[in-house]
Protein backbone atom coordinates (compact mmCIF):
# COMPACT_ATOMS: atom_id res chain seq x y z
CA UNK A 1 0.00 0.00 0.00
CA UNK A 2 1.31 3.56 -0.83
CA UNK A 3 2.85 3.18 -4.23
CA UNK A 4 1.29 5.27 -6.79
CA UNK A 5 -1.09 3.92 -9.48
CA UNK A 6 -0.65 4.38 -13.34
CA UNK A 7 -3.18 6.16 -15.72
CA UNK A 8 -4.60 4.46 -18.32
CA UNK A 9 -3.16 7.00 -20.91
CA UNK A 10 0.38 5.50 -20.36
CA UNK A 11 -0.73 1.84 -20.67
CA UNK A 12 -2.12 2.76 -24.49
CA UNK A 13 0.87 4.66 -24.64
CA UNK A 14 3.49 2.18 -23.97
CA UNK A 15 1.42 -0.73 -26.10
CA UNK A 16 1.57 1.58 -28.99
CA UNK A 17 4.81 0.29 -30.27
CA UNK A 18 3.69 -3.15 -30.15
CA UNK A 19 0.59 -2.61 -32.40
CA UNK A 20 2.44 -1.00 -35.06
CA UNK A 21 4.43 -4.03 -35.14
CA UNK A 22 1.08 -6.06 -35.77
CA UNK A 23 2.06 -7.71 -32.33
CA UNK A 24 -1.39 -9.04 -30.38
CA UNK A 25 -1.29 -6.94 -27.36
CA UNK A 26 -4.19 -9.15 -25.51
CA UNK A 27 -2.34 -11.66 -24.60
CA UNK A 28 0.86 -8.94 -23.29
CA UNK A 29 -2.29 -8.14 -21.22
CA UNK A 30 -3.41 -10.23 -19.92
CA UNK A 31 0.13 -11.76 -18.59
CA UNK A 32 0.59 -8.21 -16.87
CA UNK A 33 -3.04 -9.20 -15.08
CA UNK A 34 -4.42 -6.08 -16.94
CA UNK A 35 -7.79 -6.35 -18.20
CA UNK A 36 -8.15 -5.39 -21.85
CA UNK A 37 -11.62 -3.32 -21.23
CA UNK A 38 -9.83 -1.31 -18.59
CA UNK A 39 -8.59 0.31 -21.59
CA UNK A 40 -11.50 2.05 -22.90
CA UNK A 41 -12.10 3.88 -19.46
CA UNK A 42 -9.85 7.36 -19.86
CA UNK A 43 -10.32 7.29 -15.91
CA UNK A 44 -9.08 3.96 -15.10
CA UNK A 45 -5.57 3.08 -13.60
CA UNK A 46 -3.06 -0.17 -13.22
CA UNK A 47 -0.53 -0.76 -10.10
CA UNK A 48 2.72 -0.88 -10.58
CA UNK A 49 3.22 -4.30 -10.64
CA UNK A 50 0.87 -4.32 -13.37
CA UNK A 51 2.44 -1.75 -15.37
CA UNK A 52 5.94 -3.90 -14.64
CA UNK A 53 4.65 -6.78 -15.89
CA UNK A 54 3.37 -5.37 -18.97
CA UNK A 55 6.64 -4.08 -19.61
CA UNK A 56 8.62 -6.75 -18.98
CA UNK A 57 6.20 -8.61 -21.67
CA UNK A 58 6.55 -5.95 -24.26
CA UNK A 59 10.19 -5.87 -23.68
CA UNK A 60 10.68 -9.86 -24.58
CA UNK A 61 8.42 -9.72 -27.24
CA UNK A 62 9.59 -6.40 -29.27
CA UNK A 63 13.63 -7.79 -28.38
CA UNK A 64 13.48 -3.45 -28.36
CA UNK A 65 14.36 -1.12 -25.73
CA UNK A 66 12.52 1.20 -26.83
CA UNK A 67 9.66 -0.70 -27.13
CA UNK A 68 8.84 -0.23 -31.17
CA UNK A 69 8.31 3.29 -30.39
CA UNK A 70 11.87 4.86 -31.57
CA UNK A 71 13.09 5.33 -35.07
CA UNK A 72 14.75 2.52 -35.17
CA UNK A 73 14.74 -0.74 -32.57
CA UNK A 74 17.67 -0.41 -29.82
CA UNK A 75 19.03 -3.91 -29.41
CA UNK A 76 18.84 -5.34 -25.91
CA UNK A 77 21.94 -4.43 -24.01
CA UNK A 78 22.55 -0.95 -25.43
CA UNK A 79 20.90 0.52 -22.56
CA UNK A 80 24.11 -1.02 -20.54
CA UNK A 81 26.71 -0.48 -22.78
CA UNK A 82 26.04 3.31 -22.42
CA UNK A 83 26.16 3.08 -18.80
CA UNK A 84 29.39 1.11 -18.71
CA UNK A 85 30.88 3.56 -21.08
CA UNK A 86 30.30 6.62 -19.09
CA UNK A 87 31.32 5.12 -15.51
CA UNK A 88 34.81 6.10 -16.11
CA UNK A 89 34.35 9.26 -16.67
CA UNK A 90 35.57 12.36 -14.47
CA UNK A 91 32.52 13.97 -13.25
CA UNK A 92 28.98 14.08 -14.37
CA UNK A 93 28.76 16.55 -17.05
CA UNK A 94 31.32 14.11 -19.21
CA UNK A 95 29.08 11.18 -18.72
CA UNK A 96 26.22 12.41 -19.88
CA UNK A 97 28.25 14.25 -22.90
CA UNK A 98 29.63 10.75 -23.83
CA UNK A 99 26.48 8.78 -23.11
CA UNK A 100 24.87 11.42 -25.34
CA UNK A 101 27.52 10.62 -28.57
CA UNK A 102 27.28 6.75 -27.33
CA UNK A 103 23.41 7.51 -28.65
CA UNK A 104 24.23 9.49 -31.56
CA UNK A 105 26.52 6.32 -32.81
CA UNK A 106 22.78 4.31 -33.93
CA UNK A 107 20.97 5.78 -36.65
CA UNK A 108 16.97 6.50 -35.75
CA UNK A 109 17.65 6.68 -31.96
CA UNK A 110 16.25 9.80 -30.43
CA UNK A 111 19.28 12.86 -29.53
CA UNK A 112 19.57 14.08 -26.32
CA UNK A 113 21.47 16.80 -25.84
CA UNK A 114 23.47 18.79 -23.19
CA UNK A 115 23.52 22.53 -22.57
CA UNK A 116 24.16 24.99 -20.12
CA UNK A 117 23.11 28.75 -19.87
CA UNK A 118 21.89 31.44 -17.42
CA UNK A 119 19.47 30.19 -15.15
CA UNK A 120 15.30 30.98 -15.80
CA UNK A 121 14.59 33.60 -13.83
CA UNK A 122 10.62 32.34 -13.98
CA UNK A 123 11.65 28.91 -12.55
CA UNK A 124 12.20 30.57 -9.20
CA UNK A 125 9.61 32.95 -9.41
CA UNK A 126 7.28 29.93 -10.51
CA UNK A 127 8.10 27.85 -7.64
CA UNK A 128 10.25 26.05 -7.81
CA UNK A 129 12.22 26.47 -4.59
CA UNK A 130 15.89 26.23 -3.54
CA UNK A 131 16.13 24.49 -6.82
CA UNK A 132 14.87 26.82 -9.38
CA UNK A 133 16.69 29.82 -7.22
CA UNK A 134 19.98 27.84 -7.03
CA UNK A 135 19.69 26.94 -11.18
CA UNK A 136 19.07 31.07 -11.63
CA UNK A 137 21.87 32.22 -9.55
CA UNK A 138 24.68 29.48 -10.60
CA UNK A 139 23.65 28.58 -14.30
CA UNK A 140 21.42 25.97 -15.65
CA UNK A 141 21.79 22.80 -17.20
CA UNK A 142 19.09 21.49 -19.56
CA UNK A 143 18.40 18.00 -21.09
CA UNK A 144 17.18 18.94 -24.80
CA UNK A 145 15.31 15.47 -26.67
CA UNK A 146 15.96 17.32 -30.05
CA UNK A 147 14.13 15.71 -33.39
CA UNK A 148 11.08 14.13 -34.03
CA UNK A 149 10.25 10.33 -33.31
CA UNK A 150 7.44 9.53 -35.05
CA UNK A 151 6.49 6.15 -34.30
CA UNK A 152 6.18 8.12 -30.47
CA UNK A 153 2.99 9.92 -30.99
CA UNK A 154 2.19 9.92 -27.72
CA UNK A 155 5.63 10.89 -26.70
CA UNK A 156 6.01 8.09 -24.02
CA UNK A 157 9.64 7.37 -25.34
CA UNK A 158 10.56 11.17 -25.50
CA UNK A 159 9.23 11.34 -21.28
CA UNK A 160 10.78 8.23 -20.76
CA UNK A 161 14.07 9.38 -21.37
CA UNK A 162 13.69 12.15 -19.32
CA UNK A 163 12.49 10.41 -16.33
CA UNK A 164 15.60 7.60 -16.75
CA UNK A 165 18.15 10.26 -17.89
CA UNK A 166 17.94 12.44 -14.43
CA UNK A 167 16.87 9.44 -12.08
CA UNK A 168 20.88 7.47 -14.07
CA UNK A 169 22.45 10.72 -13.19
CA UNK A 170 21.15 11.23 -9.40
CA UNK A 171 21.80 7.56 -9.18
CA UNK A 172 25.42 7.82 -10.77
CA UNK A 173 26.24 10.91 -8.34
CA UNK A 174 24.37 9.20 -4.95
CA UNK A 175 22.35 12.72 -4.49
CA UNK A 176 18.99 13.38 -5.73
CA UNK A 177 19.36 16.24 -7.89
CA UNK A 178 16.24 18.27 -7.96
CA UNK A 179 14.56 19.51 -11.19
CA UNK A 180 13.90 23.17 -11.80
CA UNK A 181 11.16 22.36 -14.20
CA UNK A 182 10.61 19.92 -17.04
CA UNK A 183 9.14 21.49 -20.38
CA UNK A 184 7.51 19.87 -23.41
CA UNK A 185 7.07 20.82 -27.06
CA UNK A 186 3.26 20.05 -26.90
CA UNK A 187 0.06 21.26 -25.76
CA UNK A 188 -0.94 19.95 -21.77
CA UNK A 189 -2.38 16.69 -22.55
CA UNK A 190 -5.84 15.00 -21.29
CA UNK A 191 -3.81 13.22 -18.26
CA UNK A 192 -1.48 16.48 -17.38
CA UNK A 193 -1.98 16.06 -13.83
CA UNK A 194 -0.10 13.70 -13.89
CA UNK A 195 3.42 15.46 -14.76
CA UNK A 196 4.32 16.93 -11.65
CA UNK A 197 4.49 13.85 -9.62
CA UNK A 198 6.76 12.09 -12.74
CA UNK A 199 9.19 14.79 -12.70
CA UNK A 200 8.69 16.13 -8.98
CA UNK A 201 8.69 19.51 -10.17
CA UNK A 202 6.62 22.49 -11.83
CA UNK A 203 5.59 21.45 -15.37
CA UNK A 204 5.76 23.56 -18.65
CA UNK A 205 3.53 22.77 -21.82
CA UNK A 206 3.74 24.49 -25.19
CA UNK A 207 7.20 24.78 -25.02
CA UNK A 208 10.08 25.49 -27.94
CA UNK A 209 11.52 22.17 -26.71
CA UNK A 210 10.77 18.65 -25.18
CA UNK A 211 13.65 18.87 -21.69
CA UNK A 212 14.27 19.44 -18.07
CA UNK A 213 16.75 21.67 -16.51
CA UNK A 214 18.83 21.63 -13.45
CA UNK A 215 21.49 23.60 -11.49
CA UNK A 216 24.34 23.38 -13.45
CA UNK A 217 26.65 23.21 -10.82
CA UNK A 218 26.19 19.29 -9.94
CA UNK A 219 27.69 18.59 -13.54
CA UNK A 220 31.07 19.02 -11.79
CA UNK A 221 29.89 16.24 -9.22
CA UNK A 222 32.10 12.49 -9.50
CA UNK A 223 30.73 9.45 -9.87
CA UNK A 224 30.75 7.27 -6.72
CA UNK A 225 29.34 4.28 -8.27
CA UNK A 226 31.50 1.08 -9.45
CA UNK A 227 31.15 -1.53 -12.08
CA UNK A 228 29.48 -4.02 -8.90
CA UNK A 229 26.84 -1.41 -8.40
CA UNK A 230 25.79 -0.65 -11.74
CA UNK A 231 25.15 -4.70 -12.36
CA UNK A 232 23.12 -4.41 -9.61
CA UNK A 233 21.28 -1.55 -10.44
CA UNK A 234 20.90 -2.99 -13.88
CA UNK A 235 19.29 -6.32 -13.02
CA UNK A 236 16.52 -3.94 -12.24
CA UNK A 237 16.68 -1.12 -15.06
CA UNK A 238 14.32 0.12 -16.26
CA UNK A 239 11.33 -0.55 -13.77
CA UNK A 240 13.26 1.02 -10.86
CA UNK A 241 14.52 4.14 -12.59
CA UNK A 242 10.87 4.92 -14.32
CA UNK A 243 9.56 4.37 -10.42
CA UNK A 244 10.14 7.74 -8.80
CA UNK A 245 10.77 7.28 -5.23
CA UNK A 246 9.21 9.41 -3.13
CA UNK A 247 12.03 12.02 -1.59
CA UNK A 248 9.64 14.03 1.04
CA UNK A 249 11.25 17.37 -0.58
CA UNK A 250 7.98 18.36 -1.58
CA UNK A 251 4.96 19.25 0.97
CA UNK A 252 2.88 17.14 -1.25
CA UNK A 253 5.24 14.12 -0.79
CA UNK A 254 5.19 14.59 3.07
CA UNK A 255 1.92 14.93 3.27
CA UNK A 256 1.29 11.82 1.35
CA UNK A 257 3.97 9.57 3.54
CA UNK A 258 1.87 11.41 6.74
CA UNK A 259 -1.26 10.08 5.09
CA UNK A 260 0.19 6.85 4.27
CA UNK A 261 1.92 5.55 7.72
CA UNK A 262 -1.55 7.13 8.76
CA UNK A 263 -3.63 4.28 6.51
CA UNK A 264 -1.82 1.30 7.72
CA UNK A 265 -2.30 2.11 11.38
CA UNK A 266 -5.75 3.10 11.34
CA UNK A 267 -8.61 3.17 8.97
CA UNK A 268 -8.85 6.84 9.81
CA UNK A 269 -7.04 9.09 8.34
CA UNK A 270 -5.05 12.17 9.76
CA UNK A 271 -6.69 15.37 10.32
CA UNK A 272 -5.53 18.41 8.55
CA UNK A 273 -4.27 19.59 11.73
CA UNK A 274 -2.55 16.50 13.06
CA UNK A 275 -0.73 16.21 9.76
CA UNK A 276 0.56 20.23 10.01
CA UNK A 277 1.50 19.07 13.40
CA UNK A 278 3.72 16.84 12.43
CA UNK A 279 5.46 19.29 9.77
CA UNK A 280 5.50 21.72 12.58
CA UNK A 281 3.31 24.44 10.69
CA UNK A 282 -0.09 25.71 11.09
CA UNK A 283 -3.38 24.10 9.27
CA UNK A 284 -3.12 27.57 7.39
CA UNK A 285 0.14 27.22 6.52
CA UNK A 286 -0.05 23.63 4.89
CA UNK A 287 -3.37 24.46 3.11
CA UNK A 288 -1.05 27.66 1.65
CA UNK A 289 2.45 25.41 1.21
CA UNK A 290 -0.31 22.76 -0.72
CA UNK A 291 -2.25 25.28 -2.98
CA UNK A 292 1.24 26.34 -4.31
CA UNK A 293 1.62 22.94 -5.44
CA UNK A 294 -1.58 23.11 -6.67
CA UNK A 295 -3.52 20.02 -4.52
CA UNK A 296 -5.05 20.60 -1.33
CA UNK A 297 -5.18 18.03 1.50
CA UNK A 298 -8.33 16.56 0.58
CA UNK A 299 -7.03 15.55 -3.32
CA UNK A 300 -4.40 13.75 -1.49
CA UNK A 301 -6.56 11.97 1.15
CA UNK A 302 -8.66 10.78 -2.03
CA UNK A 303 -5.27 9.74 -3.84
CA UNK A 304 -4.43 7.65 -1.06
CA UNK A 305 -7.17 5.94 -0.47
CA UNK A 306 -7.70 5.61 -4.22
CA UNK A 307 -4.07 3.91 -5.12
CA UNK A 308 -4.70 1.51 -2.37
CA UNK A 309 -8.03 0.20 -2.96
CA UNK A 310 -7.33 -0.23 -6.49
CA UNK A 311 -3.93 -2.15 -5.17
CA UNK A 312 -6.24 -4.27 -2.95
CA UNK A 313 -8.84 -4.86 -5.61
CA UNK A 314 -5.99 -5.75 -8.40
CA UNK A 315 -3.63 -7.20 -6.36
CA UNK A 316 -5.41 -8.54 -3.42
CA UNK A 317 -8.64 -10.91 -2.38
CA UNK A 318 -9.88 -9.50 0.38
CA UNK A 319 -14.11 -8.62 0.51
CA UNK A 320 -15.16 -5.38 -0.52
CA UNK A 321 -16.62 -4.34 2.49
CA UNK A 322 -13.49 -5.34 4.32
CA UNK A 323 -11.54 -3.38 2.10
CA UNK A 324 -13.96 -0.56 2.62
CA UNK A 325 -13.70 -0.61 6.45
CA UNK A 326 -9.51 -0.45 6.10
CA UNK A 327 -9.72 2.29 4.20
CA UNK A 328 -11.56 4.35 6.57
CA UNK A 329 -15.49 4.19 5.17
CA UNK A 330 -17.88 3.91 7.18
CA UNK A 331 -20.61 2.00 5.10
CA UNK A 332 -19.95 0.10 1.07
CA UNK A 333 -22.26 2.73 -0.28
CA UNK A 334 -19.84 5.93 0.73
CA UNK A 335 -16.70 3.65 -0.93
CA UNK A 336 -18.98 2.78 -4.33
CA UNK A 337 -19.64 6.16 -4.67
CA UNK A 338 -16.18 7.69 -3.92
CA UNK A 339 -14.24 4.93 -5.92
CA UNK A 340 -16.76 5.80 -9.24
CA UNK A 341 -15.88 9.01 -9.21
CA UNK A 342 -12.41 8.02 -9.09
CA UNK A 343 -12.43 5.39 -11.78
CA UNK A 344 -15.41 5.51 -13.56
CA UNK A 345 -16.60 2.24 -12.54
CA UNK A 346 -17.56 -0.24 -9.34
CA UNK A 347 -15.29 -1.89 -6.81
CA UNK A 348 -17.05 -4.92 -7.53
CA UNK A 349 -17.12 -4.41 -11.62
CA UNK A 350 -13.53 -3.23 -11.44
CA UNK A 351 -12.07 -6.69 -10.06
CA UNK A 352 -14.04 -8.49 -12.05
CA UNK A 353 -12.19 -7.38 -14.64
CA UNK A 354 -8.73 -8.03 -12.83
CA UNK A 355 -10.15 -11.24 -12.45
CA UNK A 356 -10.89 -12.09 -8.25
CA UNK A 357 -8.30 -13.93 -6.40
CA UNK A 358 -11.30 -14.20 -3.47
CA UNK A 359 -14.49 -13.53 -2.27
CA UNK A 360 -16.49 -10.32 -2.68
CA UNK A 361 -19.07 -9.73 -0.09
Not at 56 to 70: I, K, M, P, S, V
Not at 154 to 178: N, Q, V, Y
Not at 272 to 301: F, H, M
Request: proline residues 7%.
Amino acid sequence: MGRRTITVHHVRAVLAGAHRSGLDTVPLLQEAQIPPLLLGDDRARVTPAQFARLFRALYRNTQDEFLGLGGAPSRPGTFAMMCYASLGCRDLGAAIERGSAFYRLFPGGPDLVLDTGPGDPGAAAGGAGAAGAAATAGGEARFTVRGELPADEDRFLAECLLIIWHRLCSWLIGHRIPLSYASFAYPPPPHKDEYGVLFGCPVRFGEPRTGAAFGAHWLTAPLVRDEAALDAMLRRAPFDLLSRPEYGTTVAEQVRRALVQGLRASPRLPALGEVAGRLAVSPATLRRRLGAEETSYQQLKDQVRRDAAIAGLAEGGEPIAELAARLGFSEDTAFHRAFRRWTGTTPGAYRTRCGPRGQES
